[in-house]
T-cell receptor, first 114, second 114 residues
Framework: GQSLEQPSEVTAVEGAIVQINCTYQTSGFYGLSWYQQHDGGAPTFLSY????GLEETGRFSSFLSRSDSYGYLLLQELQMKDSASYFC???????????????FGQGTTLQVKP | NAGVTQTPKFQVLKTGQSMTLQCAQD?????MSWYRQDPGMGLRLIHYSVGAGITDQGEVPNGYNVSRSTTEDFPLRLLSAAPSQTSVYFC?????????????FGPGTRLTVL
């Protein structure tokens, strides 16, 4: 089957660096995505990795190792507004072509403390 | 562009009632999906569609129907509401560029079934 594993909660202090891990098991793989969701809001897209290595977008970076079926989201210079839930997601390949559904992890709640 | 719109934002139903949650997107995306999110939980896929006239079941399809007569609209119908369907429902539209997926979520519908 298809599954993604993330830690349920992470706590860090303002200004620190935090890493949120995601391991996945899928029948096919088309890249790992990350989404952010503030309490009461809708998820919003953060980043995408199709190839091994690090992708950087401002204070956020995302890493992928396809051989290890593993990725992480790195948040630097944490701010109070980064307190949110973070979800990793992969596309499950149902059949060849541009189809298949997106599968989300259970999400990691990040609490940033002063 | 309005992006992804959902109506209503809030709804209270009695057990056994039926209703339709509306979802529309103006980005000409082929792929759309419906998720439910329960407190402290991740996103669970209910149904999805890869284009007009094509729908498929996700992880938790029981009690819900969908149809996709146009590219823009993807309504979700609750056949006979049950308290277990109390949840926040998100509609999403996906931009697919090659193997990269970027999902755009609507603001959500908060449903309570009494």
């Amino acid at each position: 089957g298809q599954s993604l594993e993330q830690p349920s909660e992470v706590t860090a202090v303002e200004g620190a660096i935090v890493q949120i891990n995601c391991t996945y098991q899928t029948s096919g793989f088309y890249g790992l995505s990350w989404y952010q969701q503030h309490d009461g809001g809708a998820p919003t897209f953060l980043s995408y990795n199709a190839l091994d290595g690090l992708e950087e977008t401002g204070r956020f970076s995302s890493f992928l190792s396809r051989s290890d079926s593993y990725g992480y989201l790195l948040l630097q210079e944490l701010q109070m507004k980064d307190s949110a839930s973070y979800f990793c997601a992969v596309r499950d390949l149902k059949w060849a072509g541009n189809t298949g559904k997106l599968i989300f992890g259970q999400g990691t709640t990040l609490q940033v403390k002063p | 562009n309005a992006g992804v719109t959902q109506t209503p934002k809030f709804q209270v139903l009695k057990t056994g009632q039926s209703m339709t949650l509306q979802c529309a997107q103006d980005m000409n995306h082929e792929y759309m999906s419906w998720y439910r999110q329960d407190p402290g939980m991740g996103l669970r896929l209910i149904h999805y569609s890869v284009g007009a006239g094509i729908t498929d079941q996700g992880e938790v399809p029981n009690g819900y129907n969908v149809s996709r007569s146009t590219t823009e609209d993807f309504p979700l119908r609750l056949l006979s509401a049950a308290p277990s369907q109390t949840s926040v429902y998100f509609c999403a539209s996906t931009a697919r560029t090659g193997v990269r997926d970027t999902q755009y979520f609507g603001p959500g519908t908060r449903l309570t079934v009494l």
